[in-house]
């Protein structure tokens, strides 16, 4: 079991809602990834954060942003939610920069959008 | 950029016998190679990863890939898979300047039968 910890777990919104997702990244690391995975499919990268900036961009319209906080931990917003937004949101937490550790996943966050 | 390409979506496979799981990349520049597994409502477990050296690399749970330059491959192989096998497994590519930024394929699930 890793130390990246991903909340909530499940939850539904409507479309043309607004959501946040949480990331705490394992202990040590400076870097979270958050990568979109639909039913079915591979994870998808969405960004990357590394101490509080973004650092690279997946292909991913502008009502996907993020955020990193100055613990490291990052939060994940989507605004006008739309149906194709369900999906598995993952995030990772790593060491960049020049590092080559592992990059650890948390368990996910479940978004169905109705 | 990178991709990945898993050749396969699914593999069935019985109890003891062997498993390949195929992969193939594309990149302009070189690259990391991954394989990771998931179960079930979960995230993402690292089976094992090639960063340089020795084009055979080993894994837990008994995996190992072999990293092929000129056939821009990376397959996975068990020579023995168990019940416990079963769950959907994901190569991915990260160029050597992105450390982080995964790019994953479509997956291929792994069903195994006594």
């Known amino acids: 079991e890793t130390g990246v910890t991903q909340s909530p777990t499940h939850l539904i919104k409507t479309r043309g809602q607004q959501v946040t997702l949480r990331c705490s990244s394992q202990?040590?690391?400076?870097?979270v990834s958050w990568y979109q995975q639909a039913l079915g499919q591979g994870p998808q990268f969405i960004f990357q954060?590394?101490?509080?900036?973004?650092?690279g961009r997946g292909n991913f319209p502008p009502r996907f942003s993020g955020l990193q906080f100055p613990n490291y931990s990052s939060e994940l917003n989507v605004n006008a939610l739309e149906l194709d937004d369900s999906a598995l949101y993952l995030c990772?937490?790593?060491?960049?920069?020049?590092?080559?550790?592992?990059?650890?996943f948390g368990q996910g966050t479940r978004l169905t959008v109705v | 950029a990178q991709s990945v390409t898993q050749l396969d979506s699914q593999v069935p496979v019985f109890e003891e016998a062997p498993v390949e799981l195929r992969c193939n990349y594309s990149?302009?520049?070189?690259?990391?190679l991954f394989w990771y597994v998931q179960y079930p409502n979960q995230g993402l477990q690292l089976l094992l990863k090639?960063?340089?050296?020795?084009?055979l690399v080993k894994g837990i749970n008994g995996f190992e890939a072999e990293f092929n330059k000129s056939q821009t491959s990376f397959h996975l192989r068990k020579p023995s898979v168990h019940i416990s096998d079963t769950a959907e497994y994901f190569c991915?590519?990260?160029?050597?300047?992105?450390?982080?930024?995964?790019?994953f394929g479509a997956g291929t699930q792994v069903v195994v039968t006594p």
């Open positions: 990772a937490s790593s060491l960049g920069q020049g590092s080559t550790t592992e990059a650890f």
């Open positions: 202990s040590g690391h400076n870097t």
């Open positions: 991915a590519v990260t160029g050597t300047d992105s450390w982080g930024k995964l790019q």
């Open positions: 990149s302009s520049v070189s690259v990391y």
């Open positions: 090639y960063l340089s050296g020795s084009t």
């Open positions: 954060y590394y101490r509080e900036e973004e650092n």
